[in-house]
């Protein structure tokens, strides 16, 4: 069976009353055109849904049957049809984004801010990923772009890098080193270290650099997120290797940790942009792609 779906909206509005006359007219169709349609369309389904009460054409029982069943199709159909318009241009469509919550508090929006000056209407859904080694979000072809840190090792995942955000050691306020401007992991090797868990490429990237500091790192506590590191060492449980951006306020409160910009070579960590190598960004994805790839000094073309 192959139904025409502008009979069945032929068919809809007669039923809720308009005269064929007038359903020719607001559709720009000939009157026996709307009437061989819905001759049709009775045909097909098998049985007569309309029945003539004097100038109109009123439904039959299955008529009224059938008429509330394709009146949800019908609006599925536009709803779909609406949604596909949405995403195919640029101009409101919708992308979807994850990131690291480290980067969400100023990488992510300023992203965002600044494309949306030129297509205010495209929106956005936001979702936050995660550190853990080897995961990520685009391969399942849920999220469009991923901000982070990590470099995908699904060969299936394209990683551009956007920038080195360095390293630095997070303190307590009166810690003896929280005056400091600058300070090597060496001059912390004996104290306490609050560290994300080893699943995370921060805490890998930690380890390495104590290591060829000369040291390895006492960890008192293992958390599961930046936020919480910070919190830790604020009331003192021990320092913290965390990344922060050249220029970025200092934390604020009495309870804020301080943060001092590590000197030790490879103190820094590349942030980048992951998406799918398997499937075509939509329009407006691929236009936030772009703005993010040039935004950085990024080809993006890429």
Known sequence: MDMDTEALRWFLLVADGMTVTEVAQVHRVSQPGVSRALARLEAEVGTPLLHRTGRLLRPTYAGTVFRSHVDTMMRGLDDGLAAVNELVDPRTGTVSVAFQLSLGTWLVPDMIEGFRQEYPRVRFRLEQSHDALGSSLVAGGRIDLEFTSRRPRNPAVRWERLFAQPLFLAVPRRHRLAGRSEVSLREVADEDFVMLRPSWELRALSDELCTEAGFEPRVTFEVDDLPVVHGFVAVGLGVAIVPASEGEPQPKGRAAARLIRLSDRGASRDVGVAWSR????????????????????????A
């Open 278 to 301: 398997e499937r075509r960004l939509l329009p407006s994805a691929d236009l936030f792609r772009r703005h993010v790839l040039a935004a950085r000094g990024a080809d993006p073309g």
